[in-house]
């Protein structure tokens, strides 16, 4: 009887999965400054439409365990900086990757994303990638993580279309968080 006791707790004991790893709990990304322009489509003009952006990380990223048992991070904040969607009068910015400057570990990139369908510089989504890449004696670690954000006159863009037709809008009311989260692949 005793040793019917032992064999149902060994077996349940290894029928049960070990807990999955806790995920470190992330501040939301800031974007810090946003300008959306759009030219006065006159003959001769600037032909090119642009939505700038700069985004802040406030987050410190662990990253993994070195060979040595090190614990890799990438220390924070981390900002991305000159994210530029920048298209050509009649074209769309949809359906491509724009880079921002790179940061000493990895880099960040935008993609413009329409709402319900539909786009203007007015009204639009904004999907930001972050790939932290760290060299640490000789072993690469790498994290992605992304998020969205939904930019538009008058939630959050303030500004003001000229006589001439040229239009310049930007962030209004201070930083907007982004919430973001771990892509895993």
Not at 4 to 19: D, K, P
Not at 67 to 93: I, L, M, R
Not at 161 to 166: D, H, R, W
Request: aromatic share 10%.
């Amino acid at each position: 009887m005793f040793s019917n006791i032992i064999v149902v707790f060994l077996l349940a004991a290894s029928t049960i999965t070990a807990a999955p790893a806790k995920r470190a709990i992330l501040q939301p990304w800031q974007v810090t400054s946003l300008t959306s322009f759009s030219p006065s489509g006159r003959p001769e003009s600037y032909p090119w439409l642009t939505i700038t952006t700069e985004i802040t990380d406030p987050n410190s990223i662990t990253l993994g365990t070195g060979t040595d048992n090190s614990t890799v991070t990438s220390p924070g904040p981390n900002a991305a900086t000159n994210c530029q969607a920048k298209w050509y009068t009649g074209t769309s910015p949809l359906n491509h990757i724009w880079p921002c400057n790179p940061t000493e570990d990895g880099h960040w990139y935008m993609e413009v994303k329409a709402v319900k369908g539909q786009f203007s510089n007015t009204n639009f989504n904004l999907k930001f990638t972050r790939k932290v890449e760290v060299l640490f004696r000789g072993e690469a670690f790498r994290k992605t993580f992304s998020g969205k954000g939904h930019f538009d006159v008058p939630t959050n863009l303030g500004g003001t279309c000229g006589g001439s037709g040229v239009c310049s809008w930007g962030l209004k009311n201070g930083p907007l968080a982004i919430t973001q989260s771990e892509v895993v692949v």
